[in-house]
C-alpha cells in the first residue's frame, strides 16, 4: 500500500513539474517585457526631469529671480501671467487679484504641490479654479461640505464655466455622464469639463470614480487634483473628517498629479498631519521656493476691518445678557450678527432671553445640529432677508455661509481652541467693512470648557491657547494670532502684515500691532502688573491642605475659600458603596490663618483670573474625574507649585520664583 502512495504523489509530482516548466517559459518573455517597459519608464522620467529643470530655470531666468535663491511666484510675472489675467477678467469678470492669489495660481500654473492658507472669504476659491481654466482637463475639487459645493457650482455655472458636481444624490445617469466627460474630454463633442467637485466619500469609496481619474490621467487630462477645506485632514483639527484621512491615495496613484490643500486655518501643529495624509514633501516659502518642495502661502491672515475684543462676562447668568444686550443695542442696533455658544440649550436659553431682555428689538435665531434641515433652511433665508438679525448657534453654524454684512461674532463663551475661535470669528465682515469680534470672558467659564474637552487629542494645550488669548491684557490680538498661527519657524510670521509693508520693514519676524484691537487701544493707566507671589503662595498652601484631607475643589470653590468665603469649609471625599469614592455631604473647616497666613485679599473675579493664569504656568493644573454621567474637573497642584512651597510664608517673597500678574 505505502508502494503505491508514493507512486502515485511521484506521479503528481511529474504532472506539477511540466506545469511549472510550461508556466516558467511562458513567463520569461514578459518578465522580458516588464523588464523593457521599466527601463524605458525610466528614459522617460529622467526626459521628464530635465525637461522640468529647465522650464524652472527659464521661468527663474524669466521671472528674473537669479538674484535670490529660489522662486518668486508672489513677485515676479511668468510667461503665463498675460494669459491669467486675461482670463480674470473675462471669465471671472474680476478686474486684480487679492492677498497671495497671483502667487499660488502662478505655482499652480507651474505644476507645484501647494498648501495656501487664506482667511475665510479672502478668495481661495479663484487660486484653483482660475488655473482649472487654462490647460488641458478636468481638476477634481475635494470639498467636505455639500452647501459649498453648490455654492460654488451655482456660481461658476453663473459665469459659463463647464463644471460638475459628484455626490451622494447623483444619480446613476448623471454620474455615467460625468465619468464619460472625465474620461473622454471634449472628443464626444460638447465642452470640456473643467472642475468636478466631490466629497471625500467619493474619493475614498467609489472605485469607478478613481478609475476614470486613472483613465483621464494616462491621457494627460488631470492637470490637478484641489483639497478645500484641508484642516480637515488634522485629527488635532476640530472639523476632523475621517475620510480626509482616505486622501492619502491621491499620491499613490498619482505621483506626479499636484496637490493643492488650502484652508483658513492651519497651525504649527495641523500642518504636519496634512503633508503626511496628503503625502506631499516638506514645504518651502512662495516667495523663495526651490524645486521640488510644496510651496507653501499664507496670506496676510489679519484682516483689518475685524476688531478683536475680549470684554468681561458678569458671573450671573441674567448679568451677562444683560452686558451682551446691551453691547448689542448699542453699537449695532438690526445688524446682522452671530452669537456663538457652547451648547445646543445655550443657544436657545440665549436666544430668548435675549429677546426677551429687547423687548423683541433683537430679533434672534437658534441654529445647531438638533435643527432639522427644512428649518435650518429657513434660518438661513429669514438671516439673509433680515428678519433675524442675531443668530445664536453652536459651532454646527459655520461651514458655507456665505453673508457678506455679518457686523458682529459674539462669543457667549469661549472656543475649545484659537484656530476655532479664529475661524469662528472669520465669519464677520466678509464684505470688507468694519465688523466686532467679542469674546465675552469670564475665568469661570474654563471649568466647563475643561469638561468638554476631556479625552481629546491636545485638548488642554489648545484650551490653553486660548485661555492665554483670553487672559492677555497686552499683546495685539493680531500679534497673538501671527504668533499662534506662524506654521513653523522658517516661515515668518511677516505673512501677517501686507506685502508692501514686508518690503519696507528690516525685520521678517516681527508683526506690527493692528492698532485697532482692545489691548492696541486700552490705556496704559488701565492695567497695572502686580507681583502676585504671596497670593499664589496662599493659593498652593490652601490647595494643599484641601488635598491633604482629602477634599477636592472647583476653580470658583477655591476663589471663594481662599477668600475666607463658604465658611471656610469645603468638601471631602467619602468612600460610598462598592468602594466608590464622591463626594459627600460631610464638609471639613479650614483655618486659613494657620494654613495661609491669612485671606487671599482679591476679588471673586480677579482671583478666579489668578487661578487661571497660574494652571497656565503649570502652578496649578485640571484634574479629572469621570462619572458615569459628566466628567467633572476639579483643580490641583501642577507640577510647579513645589517651586513655591517649599517656601514659608516669610521667606517665600525673598526666596522664590517672582510671580505677576496684569488685572
Ligand atoms: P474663501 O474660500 O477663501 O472663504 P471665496 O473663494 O469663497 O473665499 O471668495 C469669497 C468672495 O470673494 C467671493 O464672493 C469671490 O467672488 C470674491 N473674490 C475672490 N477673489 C476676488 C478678487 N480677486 N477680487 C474681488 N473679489 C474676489
Ligand atoms: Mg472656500
Not at 469645603?570 to 460631610?586: H, L, T, V
Request: charge should be positive.
Amino acid at each position: 500500500l505505502s508502494h503505491e502512495a508514493r507512486d502515485d504523489l511521484k506521479v503528481k509530482l511529474a504532472e506539477l513539474d511540466a506545469e511549472i516548466a510550461s508556466v516558467k517559459s511562458q513567463l520569461e518573455p514578459l518578465q522580458q517585457l516588464h523588464a523593457h517597459l521599466i527601463s524605458e519608464r525610466h528614459t522617460l522620467e529622467n526626459q521628464l526631469q530635465k525637461l522640468s529643470t529647465t522650464h524652472r530655470s527659464q521661468i527663474k531666468s524669466s521671472a528674473r529671480a537669479s538674484t535670490t535663491s529660489g522662486i518668486d511666484y508672489q513677485g515676479c510675472s511668468f510667461p503665463w501671467s498675460p494669459a491669467i489675467a486675461t482670463t480674470l477678467r473675462q471669465v471671472f469678470k474680476l478686474s486684480g487679484f487679492r492677498l497671495c492669489q497671483e502667487g499660488v495660481i502662478n505655482a499652480a500654473m507651474d505644476d507645484r504641490n501647494i498648501v495656501c492658507v487664506m482667511p475665510t472669504g479672502g478668495g481661495k476659491s479663484l487660486t484653483y479654479q482660475l488655473p482649472a481654466m487654462m490647460g488641458r482637463g478636468v481638476t477634481v475639487v475635494i470639498s467636505p461640505l455639500l452647501a459649498l459645493i453648490w455654492d460654488q457650482v451655482r456660481s461658476l455655472k453663473d459665469l459659463g464655466v463647464e463644471c460638475a458636481m459628484m455626490t451622494g444624490a447623483t444619480t446613476k445617469a448623471e454620474q455615467n455622464q460625468i465619468y464619460e466627460k472625465i474620461e473622454g474630454g471634449s472628443s464626444k463633442g460638447g465642452r470640456e469639463l473643467r472642475l468636478c467637485y466631490v466629497t471625500p466619500e467619493k474619493v475614498a469609496k467609489s472605485k469607478r470614480f478613481m478609475s476614470a481619474l486613472e483613465k483621464a490621467n494616462a491621457m494627460g487630462r488631470l492637470p490637478e487634483r484641489h483639497v478645500d477645506e484641508a484642516h480637515c485632514c488634522s485629527q488635532l483639527g476640530h472639523d476632523f473628517r475621517p475620510d480626509y484621512k482616505k486622501l492619502s491615495v491621491l499620491k499613490t496613484l498619482f505621483p506626479r498629479v499636484p496637490i493643492q490643500a488650502v484652508t483658513a486655518t492651519l497651525s504649527t501643529k495641523t500642518l504636519p498631519d496634512l503633508l503626511k495624509i496628503l503625502q506631499l514633501p516638506p514645504v518651502c516659502d512662495g516667495n523663495k521656493a526651490n524645486s521640488t518642495g510644496t510651496v507653501f502661502f499664507s496670506a496676510p491672515l489679519h484682516r483689518a476691518n475685524l476688531h478683536y475684543k475680549v470684554l468681561p462676562k458678569p458671573s450671573s447668568a441674567k448679568a451677562a445678557i444683560e452686558r451682551i444686550g446691551n453691547w448689542i443695542q448699542r453699537k449695532h442696533p438690526g445688524d446682522s450678527g452671530i452669537i456663538y455658544c457652547l451648547s445646543k440649550k445655550d443657544t436657545e436659553t440665549v436666544a430668548d432671553e435675549l429677546r426677551e431682555w429687547s423687548r423683541g428689538q433683537i430679533k434672534t435665531g437658534v441654529y445647531h445640529a438638533g435643527v432639522d434641515d427644512a428649518a435650518k433652511e429657513g434660518i438661513h433665508l429669514d438671516w439673509r432677508k433680515g428678519r433675524i438679525n442675531c443668530i445664536c448657534a453652536t459651532i454646527a453654524f459655520g461651514l458655507g455661509i456665505d453673508k457678506g454684512d455679518v457686523r458682529y461674532v459674539i462669543h457667549h463663551s469661549m472656543s475649545k481652541s484659537l484656530d476655532g475661535y479664529y475661524q469662528e470669528t472669520g465669519r464677520a465682515g466678509r464684505d470688507g467693512k468694519d465688523s466686532d469680534c467679542v469674546l465675552f470672558y469670564r475665568g469661570q467659564d474654563a471649568s466647563r470648557l475643561s469638561s468638554l474637552i476631556y479625552g481629546d487629542v491636545d485638548g488642554t494645550a489648545k484650551l490653553h491657547e486660548m485661555l492665554r488669548f483670553a487672559q492677555d491684557l497686552k499683546t495685539c490680538r493680531k500679534v497673538a494670532f501671527a504668533k499662534y498661527f506662524a506654521t513653523s519657524s522658517s516661515l515668518s510670521t511677516s505673512a501677517w502684515d501686507h506685502p508692501s509693508s514686508i518690503s519696507n520693514s528690516t525685520s521678517t519676524s516681527s508683526v506690527s500691532p493692528c492698532g485697532v484691537c482692545d489691548n492696541c487701544s486700552r490705556p496704559t493707566s488701565s492695567i497695572f502688573t502686580r507681583n502676585v507671589t504671596l497670593e499664589t503662595w496662599q493659593i498652593i498652601k490652601v490647595l494643599d491642605e484641601v488635598t491633604a484631607q482629602g477634599g477636592r475643589v472647583t476653580l470658583s470653590n477655591l476663589a471663594d475659600l481662599v477668600r475666607g468665603l463658604g465658611g471656610g469649609s469645603f468638601g471631602i471625599m467619602i468612600q460610598g458603596k462598592k468602594g466608590k469614592r464622591r463626594m459627600g455631604g460631610e464638609k471639613e473647616k479650614l483655618d486659613l490663618n494657620e494654613v495661609a497666613g491669612g485671606k487671599v485679599g482679591l476679588s471673586k473675579e480677579a482671583s478666579s483670573s489668578l487661578l487661571i493664569h497660574l494652571t497656565l504656568l503649570g502652578y496649578l493644573q485640571d484634574s479629572y474625574h469621570a462619572t458615569a454621567y459628566t466628567v467633572n474637573v476639579y483643580i490641583s497642584l501642577g507640577p510647579n507649585s513645589i517651586r513655591l512651597s517649599r517656601f514659608s510664608h516669610e521667606t517665600v517673597q525673598t526666596s522664590g520664583p517672582t510671580i505677576e500678574y496684569t488685572f
